[in-house]
């Protein structure tokens, strides 16, 4: 497939972040041109249950009631099934009304995981949005964002994590720390039309070495020839606090960073502390790989 025919895939499950997740695909879509393909998986744990509860009744009865059992089973599994398509076409509704004209949309079964890995390829995916899971999570919400990190591990392309709500991307943090990941981020925002004119500010954090600001300035130089005219500084501090820290204070849109790393990022983003980043920080986050 060709660039332009790679899809924003876009997971949605019924929860509050499944407005934000269609927001956020529209805006990329009408930066970029890319069609959208909007998932719903119905997990293994939303399958009707296989349990006997006929007990010791008799024959007869017995299997009266697993008929019953079987057939309410069969009505549970169509329930589940028209509620993931009507979520499904609320969101192409949201996608329509943005102006999207290029929009599929798909019902998965099965883990979440191994059906973003299966669309990865299918769809020639760009990018996966995802939602982040918020404080008061239902079960609906729970049962995507715990699957969170291993999305982003599993992924091999950009992953995409929603904030709670859109709001218009001017300015974006890039974090950077010369490992491989965040020079394929920095590659990235330059071959891609998502990040033209926007306001792109590369930050490291840590202590200023020659190292540093040699990474710094080739970065700077690799987005100049794409036409991007970017700020860089370097940031004491741990990336876990100062990344969210400068996010809020400097009032940036979105913070875009690299999924794996040489320092401290590195074993904050593949460790348990990965969900906590990305809720702390009020803004999408771009995991890249």
């Known amino acids: 497939m060709t ?46 249950e296989k349990q006997d509860l006929s007990g010791t009744i008799k024959l007869g009865a017995r299997t ?24 499904l076409e609320d969101a192409r509704s949201i996608l329509d009304k943005a102006g999207v004209t290029d929009i599929t949309t798909r019902l998965r079964h099965g883990d979440i995981v191994e059906a973003v890995a ?52 001017a300015r974006i943090l890039v974090a950077y720390d010369g490992g491989i990941s965040a020079m394929k981020a920095i590659d990235h925002i330059a071959r891609s039309p998502l990040f033209q004119g926007l306001a792109i500010h590369v930050v490291t954090v840590g202590n200023e070495t020659a190292e540093v600001a040699k990474g710094l300035e080739n970065a700077k130089a690799l987005l100049k020839a794409a036409g991007i005219e970017a700020e860089t500084s370097v940031l004491p501090g741990q990336p876990e606090t100062a990344l969210g820290r400068l996010v809020e204070e400097e009032e940036f849109d979105m913070l875009v960073m690299g999924a794996y790393g040489h320092s401290r990022i590195r074993s904050l983003i593949i460790g348990s502390t990965t969900t906590e980043m990305i809720r702390s920080c009020k803004v999408p986050v771009i995991l890249m790989r």
Not at 64 to 87: F, K
Not at 140 to 153: P, Q, T, Y
Request: charged share 25%; proline share 3%; aromatic share 4%.
């Open 3 to 48: 660039q332009q025919t790679q899809k924003i895939v876009a997971l949605v499950d019924g929860s509050l972040y499944s407005t934000s997740v269609c927001d956020h695909a529209a805006w990329i879509s009408q930066r970029t041109g890319a069609p959208v393909e909007l998932i719903h998986v119905l997990g293994r744990r939303e399958a009707p």
């Open 64 to 87: 009266a009631l697993l008929e019953e059992l079987a057939e309410l089973d069969a009505q549970r599994a169509r329930l589940i099934s028209h509620r993931g398509r009507a979520i």
């Open 118 to 169: 299966e669309v990865e390829v299918e769809a020639d995916a760009r990018v996966v949005l995802i939602g982040k899971r918020g404080e008061a999570a239902d079960f609906a919400k729970g049962h995507l964002g715990s699957n969170l990190e291993r999305i982003v591990r599993a992924s091999h392309k950009p992953v995409f994590v929603a904030s709670r709500a859109f709001q218009p991307i």
